[in-house]
């Protein structure tokens, strides 16, 4: 599984050719405390309760070479939880690797993971169908610091206190990373 996960990252890496949804570029950047989201059970989340706190945003999938980060995710929630929000944002963008519902990706991953950080409804990353939270994430107009594009499942983004994007990264970097928890240890 986590073979076919790496070619085929490596294959939509060299031969992807869609491109961001683009905004008007003379849009000004929004803040991350605007956002709203459902929770896997139909739930508003509104992002401005995470004030104060760092975000860790993941774009998850249950049958991916990945799917096992969940359980490291599921460490930073309950080592840095006091200062951290992890959030798992499941989409099926990539080659059907979540082709579960709402009510049964919460079984999964708290069944096989203990997950019990927050998890948000299936959504879309990318395409004209891409979800405000990662409009935001993925758009420099949007969050002011840099464009990026979901590559893959797993795909990391950080958020500091004050609502600003400090940086993202990609499916390979373990949550357990120093690139990530240095961020953290602060």
């Known amino acids: 599984m986590y073979i076919r996960s790496l070619l085929a990252l490596l294959l939509c890496a060299v031969a992807c050719s869609e491109s961001q949804p683009q905004s008007n570029p003379t ?3 929004i803040s991350f405390y605007d956002l709203k989201a459902k929770t896997l059970e139909g739930q508003t989340v509104d ?3 995470f004030r104060g706190k760092k975000v860790l945003l993941v774009n998850t999938a249950s049958e991916c ?5 969940y359980e490291a995710l599921q460490g930073l929630h309950k080592k840095y939880g006091h200062k951290l929000v992890v959030v798992g944002l499941p989409t099926n ?3 059907g690797q979540e082709p579960l519902d709402n009510a049964s990706i919460g079984t999964f991953c708290a069944r096989n993971y203990g997950v019990d950080f927050l998890m948000l409804e299936k959504c879309s990353s990318r395409g004209p169908n891409q979800h405000p939270v990662f409009a935001w ?26 609502g ?23």
């Open 65 to 69: 070479g990945f799917t096992p980060q």
């Open 164 to 186: 600003q994007l400090i940086d993202y990264y990609f499916s390979f970097t373990k949550p357990s990373s120093r690139r990530i928890t240095r961020h953290l240890e602060n």
């Open 137 to 162: 994430l993925t758009q420099q107009q949007l969050n002011g610091r840099s464009s990026s594009r979901v590559w893959w499942n797993f795909q990391k983004y950080l958020v500091n206190e004050n």
């Open 47 to 49: 992002f401005s309760s």
């Open 93 to 95: 963008d990539f080659w």
């Open 27 to 29: 849009q000004m950047p």
